[in-house]
C-alpha cells in the first residue's frame, strides 16, 4: 500500500514565528530582551519592543561586543553593530560609543571575546551607560547589559557569568545568559 501525505494548514501566525520572546510592558515603556552568544558557535541576540533588532536573521551580529542604539522616546533602532575584541581594535568600539546622543537606549550583549582589547576608555564609556560589571568582564566572559546615555543611575538590567573552566557548560566558554523586562520611555 502507498504512503498517505497529509497537508498540514498551517496559519501566517505559524510561519513568521519571532525570535523574539513576547513581553507586555506598561503605558511609556519599552520591552527588550538579550541573549549573550553561546561559546563560539551562537550568536547573542537583543530585541526591542518584541521585535529583533540584532542577531543572526538581521545579519548585523558578531564576535565580541554586539551593541543596539535605541531613541529612548520612540524606540526607533539608531544603529547597531559589532566589535571584536579578539582580533579586531578598540577604536571603532570608542568612536561608536562616544557618538551615541543623549536620550538613547543602549543594548549590549557579548559574543565569544569580548575583554581582551577592551581597554580603560572604553570600560569608562560604558560604565558612563549604567554599567556596573563591565569593570569586571573578562576573556571570554557572558556579559548582558541594557543601560543609556545620560543614565544616572546604575543599571539593574545587567548580567555577567565568568568564563571559569570548572564550571563552563561548554569547552573554553560559559553558558550563554539573558534577560529581559521593561524599561521606561527616556523623558527629558
Sequence with gaps: SGTVI????????????????????????FSFFIQSGAANVVPPKICFRNELVLGVAKKNAGVGINVA???????????????????????????????IEKGSIVLMASFDE????????????????????????????????????????QSTFEKQLKNDQGKNKYDGWPELIDISGCIPKYIA
Design 6 to 29: 497529509k497537508a498540514l494548514n498551517v496559519t501566517a501566525e505559524h510561519r513568521t514565528l519571532s525570535p523574539c520572546p513576547t513581553t507586555i510592558c506598561p503605558e511609556n515603556h
Design 69 to 99: 542604539v535605541l531613541n529612548g522616546k520612540t524606540g526607533e533602532l539608531l544603529k547597531s553593530g559589532h566589535y571584536d575584541m579578539w582580533a579586531g581594535d578598540v577604536k571603532p568600539l570608542i568612536d561608536f560609543l562616544k557618538v
Design 114 to 153: 569580548p575583554a581582551t582589547k577592551l581597554n580603560e576608555e572604553a570600560r569608562k564609556l560604558i560604565l558612563d551607560m549604567g554599567s556596573s560589571m563591565i569593570k569586571t568582564v573578562g576573556f571570554r566572559d557572558n556579559w548582558i547589559f541594557v543601560g543609556g546615555k545620560g543614565a544616572n543611575v
